[in-house]
């Protein structure tokens, strides 16, 4: 029998987006967040190199204190501003706001592919494709953790993706329903932020975006509110790529040659695209391969139609480009691929949407195999969303006895904690949907280095004078 078949479209959203919420309360502040707990300190390294010098740090007290910041961020480490606003002004208000607008975030996410995707108005969804968007993102989509439950990551990523899709709702409503409009204005401040995104996403929306026009131009509909939030796109993507920042980050990191960063003398070379390709597009695009199923099943239909193709290969060369463009960036880690996922989403929803009376057919001539394959997946499911609130809460106990031993010897001159620690067996059956060694190592937890960037940020924010972990003892 399918458990599913049982539950309201409703009833799963809302159960998905409550272990949603129980994991962001159970992930506190951690990594950049500390960082961006203060004003940019333009004048020296920024917030985020290793040997930097506390004296130099003031925290985030007020929305100024937040703008002086991001012109600091803008010229001296990196263009996005928006994102990075939402970053501080979380930090600064407290992680609980955070964590109720971060569910928020997720059900629009989910809405807005829904829409971009179909047309239709939410009382036409149904579990085919809530099921469709949820176990997209879920199995999917790269870094889960990092891309939408962790403080600064989802801000990058998560929001992002929606504010990139908030922006080609109104063209994707238009292409649907055909004669619908908004307001000049509007469109105008949704293609800035669209633009002024993060780089891959804001990069393939100014894509979509153009193909979109295209299509109306050719279709003699092209409206004014089409072509001003294609141009405000445009303009919020180049303040994006030509920060200051981008290049005085790139040539810090460059003469401090970094473990993430490919080499300088190997930047844009055929080295460069060998390892950017097996460690961040070879990953990603083998995540997102299941997705192409309903992609292909509806492009090769004989009786498609032309205009629902064309959309859904904008969306699907959308998703690819963004692989393609993070290919020429000289650090590829695979959370980048993220909007990736949510733009193949749209597509696969999209044709979905068009192949509905098929897999109708399909699904009563097979109903006993196909119920048991959805009980089957639906527990595989649960077991998986299990183990990673089993994961976070051991993580999440681990933090608590790390702060109250913090508290009984925070007068010490230096402070020597225990590395986290994560099961032997969550990477394998869980990947990163949830924290994993690689995570930790990045920047996930302190590390054993008084000139670590982690621990001085994590010292000045708890008022230590100095913390680091023990050396990690290798498996």
Known sequence: MNALKFLSWQIILAAFLLVFFARNLLLPIIADDYSYAFIWDGAHWGNLIDGVNPDNFERVESFSDILISQWEHYFHWGGRTIAHIFVQFFVWQGKFL???????????????????????????????????????????????????????????????????????????????????????????????????????????????????????WRKKSLQPWMKVGFIFALIGFAILILSPGNVA?????????????????????????????????LPVFARELILFVPVIYFLTRANRSSDAAQFVLTFSAASILVLLVMMFSPEFPERAGFPST???????????????????????????????????????WILSMAGCLYVETDLHNQLDARMEFINAHRNDDLITVTPLEIPAWSETFLGTRTWDKLTLWWGGDLEPDLKGNRDIMFAKYHGLKKIVAAERKED
């Not at 597509?347 to 048991?372: G, W």
Request: charged share 10%; with cysteine; glycine share 4%.
């Open 342 to 380: 949510i733009f193949l989403l749209v597509a696969a929803t999209a044709a979905l949407k068009e192949i509905s009376p098929q897999l109708n057919r399909i699904y009563l001539r097979h109903v006993k195999k196909i119920n048991i394959a959805m009980s089957i997946f639906a527990g595989v």
């Open 98 to 216: 955070f964590d109720v607008a971060n569910v928020l975030m997720l059900a629009a996410l989910v809405f807005l592919i829904f829409k971009v995707g179909t047309g239709l108005t939410l009382r036409e969804m149904n579990k085919k494709f809530l099921l469709l968007i949820l176990a997209g993102i879920w199995f999917c989509a790269p870094s889960l953790l990092i891309a939408t439950i962790w403080l600064t990551g989802a801000c990058n990523y998560l929001w992002m993706s929606v504010f990139e899709l908030l922006f080609l709702l109104p063209f994707a409503l238009a292409f649907w329903r055909k004669n619908f409009s908004v307001p000049v204005p509007l469109m105008a401040v949704l293609g800035l932020i669209a633009g002024w995104s993060i780089e891959p996403g804001a990069a393939v929306t100014v894509f979509t975006a153009f193909m979109l026009c295209a299509y109306f």
């Open 249 to 281: 980050r790139l040539e810090l990191t460059n003469s401090l040659e970094p473990d993430d960063l490919i080499p300088p003398d190997a930047q844009w070379t055929l080295e460069m695209f060998a390892i950017n390709f097996v460690v961040g597009f």
